[in-house]
């Protein structure tokens, strides 16, 4: 393949848009120069291949594929047959699952396949039966009443929020702490670790149908064995959902132990985040789950994203190759490096390290809330996310954290080397930040004041370190 092919391919694409809607062309490009220009350090993004994206911009868009490989409810489906089926076959192979459901457009879309699954396997409802056998015309009112009860009579544990846990682990306001009665395990006060005596007693005391672990600001290793057992222990179905640290399950750094894939019933991940692939979800689980998944659309999501199954495929040959396992390294070791750096600069972390790819930021030694952090660190030019750390005291918009990841860095050549630069890069603007205040004079959690010139000189740092590792270094847009 010739140098220029990625160039050609993405510059003649913005020509034929800019011929329709010339100001979504002007945006495409202004994204790339914006991604170029950034210190991206939000833990859940990353930069997928060129042949990632170029597979998500054809007519595969334009099928309907409901069904599952070779059973669908569309004729002409030859074609999804053999992506979708590609995409299994990759994924199967890369996690060590014996059945993986690559239709889900998102790792919510997943998490929801995946309780419609648990319950379906595990509520003994004569209504739900019938159901599923596909008589549901037959089913009487009393039947309906008795469904509706008793699928949504069921318990879930997973991980609070302000420990890390996701909204969709049985966050009330979503829709699974409505689905589920539900509760949930937080981490040890004083270390910042899950705590799995308290899980094991919270599990007992509650005996959940679903026991969810994974999470999306846990800066540690989770041991999945020890919660098998736990959900075992209680005759629950264990659930992980990997949708953060699928890269590093991919890579072969979270082994033994810490893969989740020979411990859980049932796992989901999203495709976008460490593992670099396009935007998307994924259920993997072993045969007694596998019918019930593939209910997944309609039942669960509209029809699948042929396009996107094509783009995960080829992502997920991509993490098949060997020099993924060498990227899956770097970013943890990346990750480490960044904690390193920050806690000599006398910046609080959450846990006090890392063994992934996030890092979260107590930013309270700062005198600072997340959202004022955020802020400033964006007038410099280094992305983050404001993020809730535990038992934080400004609540989940404000916040007291700021949560940062490799994947993104990592995918663009950065090392250990520019991790200390960038702890230095966020330690300045941190420490030359003070917090605001209201019109009223009163103490503001948004506002904040940073001498522009202190968030210039930082912005032209941060350009500076990466001019050494150019973004999609083969693609030149004009
Ligand atoms: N699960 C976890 C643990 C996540 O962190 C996220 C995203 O932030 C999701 C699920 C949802 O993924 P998506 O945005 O693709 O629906």
């Known amino acids: 393949m010739s140098l220029n092919a990625e160039s050609t391919a993405f510059r ?49 868009s334009d099928k309907y594929a409901e069904g ?29 699952a014996s059945h ?8 919510i879309d997943a998490n929801l ?33 008795a469904l509706r009860r008793e699928l949504g009579n069921q318990r879930m544990l997973g991980m609070s929020l302000d420990a890390g846990g996701h909204l969709t682990h049985g966050f009330r306001p979503n829709i699974s702490g409505k689905m589920f009665d539900q509760r949930s395990y937080g981490t040890d006060p004083a270390t910042g670790l899950i705590d799995y005596d308290r899980v094991a007693e919270a599990a007992r005391e509650f005996k959940p149908l679903i026991l969810v672990a994974g999470y999306s600001a846990y800066p540690r290793k989770v041991n999945f064995r020890i919660m098998r057992e736990i959900a075992d222990s209680v005759g629950a179905t264990f659930m ?60 669960v999501l509209g029809g699948p994203l042929p396009h996107v199954m094509a783009a995960k495929a080829v992502a997920l040959a991509e993490a098949r190759r060997p020099d993924f396992a060498d990227y899956a390294q770097r970013i943890v070791d990346n990750a480490q490096a960044l904690a390193e750096g920050l806690l000599r600069r006398g910046t609080t972390l959450v846990t006090g390290g890392t063994d992934n790819h996030l890092v979260l930021l107590d930013v309270s030694g700062y005198g600072l809330t997340g959202r004022q952090a955020e802020q400033a660190l964006l007038d410099s030019g280094i992305v983050t996310n404001r993020n809730a750390v535990p038992q934080d005291r400004n609540g989940a918009w404000y916040t007291s954290g700021i949560r940062i990841g490799t994947p993104a860095l990592t995918s663009r050549g950065l090392g250990t080397a520019e991790m200390d630069v960038t702890a230095e890069l966020i330690h300045t603007v941190l420490s030359q930040t003070t917090p605001g205040a209201n019109a009223d004079g009163t103490p503001s959690k948004a506002k904040y004041v940073l001498d522009p010139a202190v968030a210039d000189k930082i912005s032209k740092q941060a350009t500076d370190l990466l001019a050494g590792f150019p973004l999609y270094p083969t693609i030149t847009l004009s």
């Open 12 to 60: 003649s694409a913005l020509e034929v848009i800019r011929a329709v809607e010339p100001r979504v062309a002007d945006a495409i490009g202004a994204e790339l120069a914006d991604q170029r220009e950034s210190l991206k350090l939000i833990a859940s993004e990353n930069y997928a291949s060129p042949a990632t994206l170029l597979t998500m911009g054809n007519w595969f």
């Open 113 to 145: 396949v995946a309780f419609w699954a648990i319950l379906a396997d595990r509520v003994e409802s004569p209504a739900l039966k019938k159901a599923q056998v596909r008589q549901v015309n037959d089913l009487t009112e009393a039947d309906w009443f």
């Open 100 to 107: 993986a459901y690559v239709q889900p457009h998102s790792g």
């Open 240 to 299: 992980v959902d990997m949708a953060h640290f699928a890269g590093l399950v991919a890579g072969k750094v979270f082994t033994g132990d810490f893969d989740p894939v020979p411990h859980a019933h049932i796992v989901t991940t999203t495709t976008h985040k460490s593992l670099r692939g396009p935007r998307g979800g994924m259920v993997l689980c072993g045969p007694e789950l596998a019918d019930q998944v593939d209910r997944g659309c309609p039942m």
């Open 68 to 96: 599952t490989v070779g059973r669908r409810f569309y004729a002409g489906c030859q074609n999804v047959d053999t992506v979708e089926a590609l995409a299994a076959e990759h994924a199967k192979e890369l996690f060590g």
